[in-house]
């Protein structure tokens, strides 16, 4: 009977030390994962100009637009300009979820997708931080011209460069949860 309650007591421990080890391994696992994933997106990213940014209209259809973003912060968040007089300004209005989707379709790499909350930034300090020559052109009454910022919380992406591939049951592209303090 002693020998049976030793037994098990060891065999306790034996397991919970392997689940700890296999547990530290999956953090260690995540986290490689988490810094792949943004990895592969950034060079996707990188290889583009322009984006599309998917806002949802009144009638909750989705209406998408070729934008000229910014490259992403540290954070992953994404600028871009708009006029405040626009449809997806008044959208994100009402509906701060949005998606970007950026591909370079002349050249197979993947995409990337990030869905998050737009929000809308009419502060001249930071118009002036980001402006670009263009934007007299394109605004040139800069009371209209409105920033979007993209938060996000979801971050997809295929990039066949990095053997990130939709998954052989439904297609899912890998992604990560993006955590915003």
């Known amino acids: 009977m002693k020998n049976s309650k030793l037994f098990l007591?060891?065999?306790?421990?034996?397991?919970?030390?392997?689940?700890?080890?296999i547990k530290a391994q999956?953090?260690?696992?995540?986290?490689?994962?988490?810094?792949?994933?943004i990895s592969a997106a950034r060079e996707i990213i990188g290889h583009v100009k322009y984006c599309a940014l998917i806002s949802i209209d009144s009638t909750g259809d989705a209406s998408a637009r070729t934008m000229n973003p910014f490259p992403p912060e540290d954070?992953?968040?994404?600028?871009m300009?708009?006029?405040?007089?626009?449809?997806k300004y008044d959208e994100i209005k009402k509906n701060p979820n949005v998606t970007l989707y950026y591909a370079n379709h002349a050249s197979a790499e993947g995409y990337v997708t990030?869905?998050?909350?737009?929000?809308?930034?009419?502060?001249?300090?930071?118009?002036?931080?980001r402006k670009r020559d263009y934007w007299e052109?394109?605004?040139?009454d800069f009371k209209y011209l409105?920033?979007?910022?993209?938060?996000?919380?979801?971050?997809?992406?295929?990039n066949y460069k990095h053997k990130m591939y939709?998954?052989?049951?439904?297609w899912s592209a890998p992604f990560i949860e993006m955590k915003q303090p």
């Open 26 to 37: 999956g953090t260690e696992d995540v986290r490689s994962n988490r810094d792949s994933v």
């Open 75 to 79: 954070d992953m968040s994404v600028w």
């Open 146 to 158: 409105i920033l979007i910022k993209v938060v996000p919380e979801r971050l997809e992406v295929v």
């Open 114 to 129: 990030i869905k998050g909350k737009a929000l809308l930034v009419d502060d001249m300090a930071e118009k002036m931080k």
């Open 81 to 87: 300009a708009t006029d405040s007089r626009t449809r």
């Open 166 to 170: 939709g998954a052989s049951v439904g």
């Open 9 to 21: 007591f060891a065999a306790i421990l034996l397991i919970s030390a392997v689940f700890i080890q």
């Open 137 to 140: 052109q394109a605004f040139p």
